[in-house]
């Protein structure tokens, strides 16, 4: 009988949990009695009681993010309801920092703070043996190399249709107030051979899709160095690797390495999160200025991976000047991807301790986003939450390559900015925007906000509108063709699009 649930909610199918794998793994005997659940932030909670309870278990264990904390609160609610002796658990990072403030700890029997991977066990091994343990359990640091490895519960569902998650080490040996991570002593690393033997499984078994959670990949230049080796010998199956960088450290081992790699097999995430000097002395952040823009731009000119760098707005200290500067600087070093994040205070992080000074203000429910401060007020935030969405489907999109610099110019920000206002003025949305009406509205904005030249304009978007495998005729140049052409183009058969589109192209 399996009477023992490890459960979780994914933000979307495609996520499959690595902390489920890493506490099922490391079961022992109870293994056999456990069970793993995964469900997703679009499932009904009344759906996920009724698949959690078919089994009748004894003790359902929840890991707990921020994504998921309020949607698994309604399930352990409804739980508490149906089944009162359930006996019900919590871990995770969201629940491992100020637990009595929380409801979802209130509704738990046990909440396990720290790295679970053998708490949980040993928890269900007291429950079995009839004692009763601790309400609040603070799981111990642990010995990496004793666990159990998570790799081989990754089914063949997981390998062909999901990413998988891996970790080479835990921790991060840096202090940036807003991140959990600054919590951690230093980082550790795995046994490398054991780990890459278990690589090597999942690629035997088809996995082509993998995610590195560690905070810092290129901490140390000889392990990344054994990683990215180990992987550039198999990569013409076809593998895609995402890793997490460390702006300023890219030692030569990396740099003769990474131009090897072929396109669309390597992704890198590189946290800047400010250019702002005091900023980042005041949130605790060390990152050298030159050695950041440096290898910023040598990634993007001598390698071909995908560069996707993050900027946070909110952080204590910086305005809406000091912000745009630091994306314009960002997006002079050509990431593929900016990703625009906006401050959150995570459960246990010291950038608390920055709250009274700069009456930063937060949501008092998850994201637990800011909503204004010293120098941001309320309206600002609101600014830059739609800028990012918009910045999301335009700019991160990849959908504008012809488009988007004769939109920026020579002052993203300011131009991004200004077209973000205007576009929430005229729709008052920022999701649910077919695709097609973007482009019209990108091009009523450029000729009557802009005052771009019609041709350029439109050489542009309808370059981008094939670029989008986009059939047909474009609303925007049908009514281009119609003012200039006389008869309106707009019942034109399917087929003559691209001829009507390379007519226009010729008149202009």
């Known amino acids: ?17 690595l902390g489920l794998r890493c506490l099922y793994a490391n079961m022992g005997e109870l293994q056999q009695r456990t069970q793993m659940r995964e469900f997703t932030l679009q499932q009904r909670a009344e759906d996920i009681v009724e698949q959690l309870l078919s089994t009748s278990p004894a ?34 990072p969201e ?14 029997d046990h909440v396990i703070t720290g790295a679970a991977d053998r708490a949980f066990a040993e928890l269900c091994q007291e429950l079995q043996h009839r004692h009763v343990p601790n309400r609040l359990v603070c799981a111990l640091p642990l010995d990496l190399d004793s666990l159990a490895s998570p790799y081989p519960y990754y089914d063949d569902e997981d390998v062909a249709h ?35 033997y278990q690589m090597q499984q999942l690629i035997d078994r088809g996995a082509r899709q993998f995610k590195f959670v560690d905070r810092t990949f290129n901490l140390k230049a000889d392990t990344s160095r054994q990683i990215l080796e180990f992987f550039l010998e198999q990569i013409d199956k076809e593998l895609f690797l995402h890793f997490e960088l460390i702006p300023d450290r890219l030692p030569d081992v990396l740099l003769d390495l990474l131009p090897h790699f072929p396109p669309d097999s390597l992704q890198f995430e590189i946290g800047i999160q400010s250019f702002n000097p005091e900023v980042q002395q005041l949130i605790s952040r060390r990152q050298h200025h030159e050695r950041t823009c440096h290898n910023l731009r040598w990634l993007r000119e001598n390698t071909c991976a995908h560069v996707h760098a993050d900027l946070i707005f909110g952080l204590p200290g910086e305005n809406l000047q000091s912000f745009g500067n630091g994306f314009d600087l960002l997006y002079s070093l050509g990431p593929q991807e ?11 992080t010291p950038i608390t301790r920055h709250t009274a000074e700069f009456d930063m203000r937060y949501m008092s429910t998850p994201p637990y986003r800011i909503v204004a401060h010293r120098d941001a007020d309320f309206m600002t935030v609101q600014r830059v939450l739609r800028f990012a969405r918009y910045w999301d489907l335009i700019g991160n999109s990849g959908r504008f390559p012809a488009t988007l610099g004769k939109l920026l110019d020579a002052s993203p920000f300011d131009r991004f900015m200004a077209l973000s206002d205007w576009l929430y003025g005229t729709t008052t949305q920022t999701h649910r925007i077919a695709l097609p009406r973007l482009f019209s509205l990108l091009h009523r904005y450029l000729i009557e906000v802009l005052q771009l030249p019609g041709d350029t304009v439109q050489r542009c978007l309808l370059e ?20 200039t052409d006389g008869p309106s183009t707009a019942d034109a058969p399917r087929g003559s699009a691209e001829r009507i589109a390379q007519r226009q192209r010729r008149h202009h």
């Open 338 to 348: 900016i990703q625009v994040g906006i401050l959150k205070r995570l459960r246990g």
């Open 464 to 483: 981008d509108f094939r670029h989008n495998g986009l059939k047909g005729l474009p609303a925007f140049a049908r009514q281009e063709i119609s003012a």
């Open 95 to 108: 629940v491992s920092h100020e637990v009595h403030e929380q409801a979802i700890c209130a509704l738990a």
């Open 162 to 196: 999901r990413v998988i998650y891996v970790e080479a080490s835990r921790g991060c040996p840096f202090k940036c107030e807003f991140c959990l991570s600054s919590l951690d002593k230093s980082a550790v690393a795995f046994d490398l051979p054991a780990f890459l």
């Open 1 to 17: 009988m399996k009477d023992i649930i490890l459960a979780t909610i994914n933000a979307r199918y495609i996520h499959a949990s």
């Open 59 to 92: 003790i359902i264990g929840f890991g707990v993010y921020i994504w998921n904390v309020t949607e698994t609160t309604e399930v352990m609610r409804l739980l508490r309801i149906v089944r009162p002796g359930l006996r019900l658990v919590v871990g995770g």
